[in-house]
């Protein structure tokens, strides 16, 4: 197929538009490299550097193309607290343009970058997708919101969509790793400390109602999220599913983990817990594996942790630009 890629530039979106090559497929990457880097772009992608407030670039760019999958959008959950104007800007009004592009250009197929955010703090654990939506920061909210539109198109303009809501993404493939400017995610944070790039780790709560006192997390390797999209492709696919391995890692399990597999001694400071952290957040994949038939072939943390690892050495700055 001829895919357009919104955030191709991004840690998820390069390894997924790389395995779409890979499966044969023809990419163009639409970007505007305010989070993602031109060097994640695959070589053998279709490079457009364009913000998707743009429409008629945006149009112009998806013009001959068969599906989207959108990656683009920004995921600070903290951020999105102060200024959650610009989340529903960028994640909702923004990505209509994109809709309406794929519309008048006749696609019928829509691949949404989701996020269990949509959930907010569950009432049951695995997660099913069957749970009530209760965001509690715009970030999440800005996901729901999409969902709903998306929902609508497919009613009305028979849009076929999948919203994939990932747990915590993490991993690298042999070329493509995880360099956010702001770094918030624990894997990669650890592994600076290892690098000897940061002092120290953040432990954010030691004392949650966990076998450890430590959150735990569903921790899902980013090639395995890649192969749920070419998945998600096929037509007659609709819904909404869940991608996570449905077993859960504590702080403390990583932290360990990161150590081991380093083989470095990874100093960590304890700090309050932080609002609104639920103590246990695991997927169910159940309908992901029944339905789009897909299987996470990387479910070991160590193999997750292993695979960040050895891009970081080879990264250590990330990537140039």
């Not at 772009?41 to 013009?63: G, K, T, Y």
């Not at 690098?195 to 569903?218: A, N, V």
């Not at 449905?246 to 470095?264: N, Q």
């Amino acid at each position: 197929m001829n895919l357009f890629v919104t955030g191709g530039a991004g840690y998820i979106g390069s390894v997924c538009v790389e395995e779409l090559l890979n499966a044969g497929h023809t990419v163009t990457v639409l970007d505007n490299l305010s989070e993602g880097h031109r060097a994640a772009v695959d070589p053998r992608a279709r490079f457009v550097q364009a913000d998707l407030s743009d429409a008629r670039r945006v149009a112009e760019s998806i013009s001959g193309c068969e599906a989207v999958l959108h990656f683009a959008a920004n995921a600070l959950v903290g951020e999105s607290m102060s200024n959650p104007g610009k989340y529903f800007r960028n994640n909702v009004a923004h990505g209509l343009n994109l809709l309406e592009a794929a519309v008048q250009s006749k696609i019928r197929k829509f691949v949404f970058s989701s996020s269990c955010a949509v959930y907010g703090i569950p009432d049951r654990d695995p997660i099913e997708e069957d749970l009530p939506l209760n965001p509690v920061n715009p970030y999440g909210e800005s996901k729901r919101m999409f969902e709903s539109i998306l929902q609508w198109y497919h009613r009305i303009h028979g849009l076929e969509f999948v919203a994939l809501r990932y747990f915590n993404a993490a991993g690298a493939s042999g070329r493509f790793g995880e360099h956010h400017r702001i770094e918030t995610h624990l894997i990669p944070n650890l592994l600076k400390v290892a690098l000897g790039q940061s002092p120290q780790g953040e432990l954010y709560g030691t004392d949650y109602p966990t076998p450890d006192g430590t959150c735990i997390r569903d921790y899902i390797h980013v090639i395995d999220l890649a192969q749920a999209h070419r998945l998600a492709l096929a037509p007659g696919k609709v819904g909404f599913f869940n991608l996570g391995n449905g077993s859960g890692h504590s702080v403390l399990e990583v932290i360990r983990s990161c150590e081991k597999i380093s083989g470095k001694r990874i100093q960590v400071v304890e700090k309050p817990r932080r609002n609104g952290d639920p103590p246990r957040l695991v997927a169910s994949a159940a309908k992901a594996i029944a339905e789009l038939g897909w299987k996470p072939e990387h479910p070991q943390l160590d193999d997750i942790v292993r695979t960040a690892w050895n891009w970081h050495q080879r990264h250590p700055r990330g990537f140039p630009d």
